[in-house]
């Protein structure tokens, strides 16, 4: 099989079930931002040591693919076979931020990304989950998408978060502040 089939040239792409779609489609948009997250977390993994860290990361990753591959889904097909997202899915990310914010100071104020690459991106990848979040907001209000879909992407950003503080904290990096001026 090879990678190019030349039936993008046009602008369009097939979602799965067969239907073409602009490659600007929200849809497409939606599913290349999560891909486009999915990418940074690798990052993250490959940057950690941990084993348990990179263990719930590649989880992240899994779950992220059938992410995509619901977007990715023609919804007029009705009976198409995707994996299934679970709320057992959303747990793990509670857990997980649970579990990492015992070893936490509680937060005060906002805090300026950075301190540690490995921080930064954290900090980088939970942005790009929030676009991914809102474009697959945006496009629920033109097409159906599944709840557990913007439940998780949400759930995402606060684990990215608190998994910066996290490894920040492992790293003994600076947590800095920010300070408004005025």
Known sequence: ?????????????????????????????????VDE??????LIRD???????????????????????ILATDPNKKNAKTPDLSESDVALLENEIDSMEEHLEPLKS??????????SFCHVARCVCRRAERL??????????LPLIIQYLNRLSDYLFVLARF????????EVCWLPRG
């Open 1 to 33: 099989m090879k990678v190019y089939t030349k039936t993008g040239d046009n602008g369009t792409t097939a979602l799965f079930g067969g239907a073409r779609v602009s490659k600007n489609h929200i849809r497409i948009e939606s599913y290349g931002t």
């Open 37 to 42: 997250l999915n990418s940074y977390i690798g």
């Open 47 to 69: 940057s950690l040591n941990d084993n348990q860290l990179r263990k719930i990361l590649k989880e992240i990753q899994d779950r992220l693919f059938t992410t995509g591959a």
């Open 110 to 119: 906002f805090i300026l990304p950075g301190g540690h690459p490995t921080v």
């Open 136 to 145: 697959t907001v945006t496009l629920n209000q033109l097409e159906p998408v």
């Open 167 to 174: 490894i920040g904290k492992l790293h003994n990096a600076e």
